[in-house]
């Protein structure tokens, strides 16, 4: 790989500076600071009410942020009004949006829509595709996922492991650079898990999408991510590759959160 092409990889595509949020005066995310390089896969880890899925509420413009700047590609999501960070404009936050894809811990599908249409509407609704071209794209995702046989059942025909390879097809379809994982296994028995984590590696390797997952199940966690993080009160506290992370974090909290003895111990 040429040093150009190095670059390339290692440009952020993620990056928060300095921010903060709080919920009823409770902070969540306390002067946060967050480089995500283009193409990585990175595990978000850490107790309940640590940080972790408000980041990817904050991507996806679902929270806003009480101070900082929150970029995606270069691009400034906030400018600020009177000391507070605002949302820029819809007009200017279109082309952000479009580049980022969520996957819901509870799917999301919509229950009164097929299987198919429920990948197709969003790309029609984005002004991405016309109807067969939307609904042409979704077979070919629904092959990929391995569901093409589903494509014209409702979402409570399907499995919640079917139903969870839907959403992320929906996710797909709109091809973003970038993919968000609210607990994709929480619903999932021990062999949808292994199918989700399949899939997921697949993605990974045919798009080059950068990809954030919250989860609470260390050994997906493991086998997923390039890159794990540990939160702790809004706080990253451990940042590093997974085998190190996993055999020997470096911080008393991460230790504790696996069941690790202290350090010296």
Avoid: C, W
Avoid at 51 to 59: D, H
Avoid at 62 to 72: C, H, K, P, S
Avoid at 124 to 137: D, P, S, T
Avoid at 201 to 210: D, K, L, P, R, S
Wanted: charged share 20%; no cysteine.
């Amino acid at each position: 790989m040429s040093k150009m092409e190095q670059k390339a990889v290692s440009r952020p595509i993620i990056e928060l500076s300095n921010v903060s949020k709080a919920f009823n005066g409770v902070s969540v995310l306390d002067n946060l600071n967050l480089v995500i390089p283009k193409g990585q896969k990175v595990a978000l880890l850490g107790p309940s009410g640590s940080g972790k899925t408000t980041i990817l509420r904050i991507l996806m413009t679902l929270e806003t942020i009480d101070a900082g700047q929150v970029r995606v590609g270069g691009q400034s999501m906030y400018e600020e009004q009177s000391g507070v960070p605002r949302l820029l404009p819809e007009s200017q936050l279109r082309s952000v949006r479009a580049r980022i894809g969520m996957v819901f811990q509870h799917f999301g599908l919509f229950p009164h829509l097929t299987v198919l249409s429920n990948i197709a509407l969003p790309q029609i609704l984005n002004g991405q595709a016309r109807k067969a071209e939307a609904e042409a794209r979704a077979l070919d995702l629904l092959q990929t996922v391995g569901l093409a046989d589903k494509a014209h059942l409702l979402p409570d025909q399907l499995s919640g492991g079917q139903k969870q390879r839907v959403a992320i097809a929906r996710a797909l379809a709109l091809q973003p650079d970038i993919l968000l994982f609210d607990e994709p296994t929480s619903a999932l028995d021990p062999q949808r898990v292994s199918e989700v984590l399949d899939l997921l590696n697949v993605i990974g390797e045919t798009t080059g999408a950068t990809m954030l997952l919250v989860t609470h199940e260390m050994e997906f966690a493991r086998q997923f991510a390039d890159r794990v993080l540990f939160f702790d009160h809004g706080q990253i506290v451990e940042d590093g590759a997974p085998d190190l992370v996993f055999t020997n974090p470096q911080d008393h909290r991460t230790r504790a959160f696996l069941g690790l003895p202290a350090r010296g111990v």
